[in-house]
């Protein structure tokens, strides 16, 4: 009977815990990301490519879900949803979605005025495929850098709601859960805490990395 | 000597800009080590998820009364 991690406060193993709590942050990261994602870009390609009424309408919409914190907008839709990990998701997913929609709102405004989308509505191309053929993979390498730094923001926030419980559900582990269970242990065993607070950290930082490189590597303007 | 680094260079020149986006990325991202390390640590959390009935020693939300906050 060996626990390389030691075990918990109900005599769990505390390595096999942090191990299947990689499923529940990296698939909340992966999901809720997703959802912003499949959400945010259409609405913000609508958007900057439409201009006027309809532009001026979602802009408004964006600005007023940005002015609430990120964290706590993702705290309140979970807890209206219901605690469970899949609600989490989804709360962080809706959360993500403005930045995501002024994000695509913006890149697609620079690009529309350039001169090959003259040259394609010149040739007679239509609205839907001057958008996903000649705008979508102008704009793709913004979208993949602020995809890969929200997801580590987005794991950050599933730990968080799960820390509060209202994402993942015990008995099932989650990193943020077992901070959580943890806490009341802090001085006696502390190895509760060192383990998955280490393999958040990990994580996060690793995506912000990835996410800072891709930044640097997509930047037209950067020549390294 | 100096002619052929000049025709290298100018082939060079020539070449680049035929090479595709995407392609170009990935010869960017790759040199960059930062970004490397990031991605290696995700591949391997991924398998770890993937793999983890696998892997995990023990059954997650077992619990046992005689090894309760034991360490190691």
């Known amino acids: ?224 | 000597m100096a002619e052929t680094a000049m025709t290298a260079a100018s082939a060079s020149r020539s070449l680049a800009p035929l090479e595709r986006p995407l392609q170009r990325a990935l010869r960017r991202v790759v040199k960059r080590k930062g970004a490397m390390i990031g991605l290696g640590l995700i591949i391997a959390f991924i398998l770890l998820a993937i793999g983890a009935p696998l892997l995990a020693p023990y059954d997650p939300i077992a619990t046992s009364w005689t090894m309760v906050r034991k360490p190691r």
């Open chain 1, 1 to 224: 009977m060996t626990h390389w991690f030691g075990t918990d406060d109900l005599g769990r193993d505390v390595l096999s815990r942090v191990i299947f709590g990689a499923r529940a942050s990296l698939a909340a990261g992966a999901i809720s990301v997703g959802i912003a994602l499949s959400v945010g870009v259409p609405i913000g390609m609508l958007s900057g490519y439409r201009g006027g009424f309809v532009d001026a309408l979602i802009s408004r919409i964006t600005d007023a879900m940005l002015a609430c914190p990120f964290l706590i907008l993702a705290i309140a839709l979970a807890a209206f949803l219901g605690p469970s990990l899949g609600n989490a998701m989804i709360a962080i997913g809706i959360s993500a979605t403005p930045i995501f929609v002024r994000l695509t709102r913006g890149e697609v405004m620079n690009v529309r005025s350039e001169d090959y989308i003259d040259a394609a509505r010149s040739v007679g191309d239509s609205n839907l495929r001057i958008a996903l053929v000649h705008i979508l993979p102008n704009i793709m390498p913004a979208l993949l850098v602020q995809a890969t730094l929200s997801v580590a923001a987005a794991i950050i926030a599933e730990a968080s709601l799960s820390f509060l419980g209202l994402g993942q559900q015990p008995p099932f582990p989650s990193w943020g859960s077992m901070l959580n269970a943890a806490q009341r242990f802090l001085t006696s065993a502390s190895w509760m805490a060192i383990w998955p607070g280490l393999a958040i950290f990990l994580v996060v930082l690793s995506f912000n990395l990835l996410g800072d490189g891709l930044r640097d590597a997509l930047d037209p303007q950067n020549d390294k």
